[in-house]
């Protein structure tokens, strides 16, 4: 495991993307094995179908490939790799008739229920129930709300990213991170300090 921790710190991303368009395998498959499992778990989030997101995952890579000659040099690696797999997904639910013929991502629910434990498991005021609570407050919001914050949170992409990958203006992806935060800081009654962890997080 610390190898290919090693390994994937010893080019950036960009590095990476440049060499994987000039025909570098290698490149291509050190992108593969670092971002596959945080795809595959943004996939099933989008998807009750878990062989489908799979299917959807290796089929972006597959195009990436593909079309390397294409591709644009300067790009957000994970931010282009999770959109691609969102969009595919919307096809995916398209084409399977799961909802309205659109082609469009909004109506992709966010399913994903995601833990905030590990990172708050070194607070001082963090007991068990106040996370346990904290998770039920996050997990209960809006989906469009949730997924917001989890790419920020999670994820690590920007409010432009965010905006993008939404397909939303900079304002609607703020402002739906906003929402999110305001309605935690409303209904938390634990420590303070755990939701300026996350709110520092957002923008």
């Known amino acids: ?16 993307w440049n ?17 596959y499992g945080d795809l ?10 878990a062989e489908k997101v ?31 797999v969102r969009k ?6 398209e084409r399977d008739h799961i909802f309205r013929k659109s082609t469009s991502t909004d109506s992709i629910a966010f399913l994903l229920e995601f833990s905030v434990e590990h990172e708050l498991i070194d607070d001082d005021y963090a007991t068990k129930e106040k996370v346990v609570h904290l998770n039920k407050l996050l997990n209960d919001l809006p989906a469009r709300q949730k997924e917001a914050l989890y790419l920020r949170y999670h994820q690590g992409l920007t409010v ?39 709110s520092s997080t957002a923008f």
């Open 19 to 35: 060499n994987l368009k000039d025909g570098n395998e290698k490149s291509f498959s050190i992108l593969f094995e670092k971002y």
């Open 160 to 198: 432009e990213q965010i905006a993008e990958m939404l397909d939303v203006n900079y304002q609607s992806a703020s402002n739906l991170l906003h929402r999110g935060l305001l309605t935690l800081r409303k209904e938390w009654k634990g420590s303070f300090s755990l939701i300026i962890l996350l």
């Open 54 to 84: 799979q299917d959807c995952v290796q089929d972006v890579f597959t195009d990436i490939w593909v079309y390397r000659s294409g591709l644009q040099g300067s790009v957000v690696v994970k931010a282009y790799l999770l959109s691609s």
């Open 40 to 49: 595959v778990n943004y996939g099933n989030s989008l998807s009750p179908y």
């Open 1 to 16: 495991m610390k190898t290919k921790t090693l390994q994937f710190k010893t080019f950036d991303d960009i590095t990476l």
């Open 88 to 93: 595919r997904i919307a096809r995916l639910h």
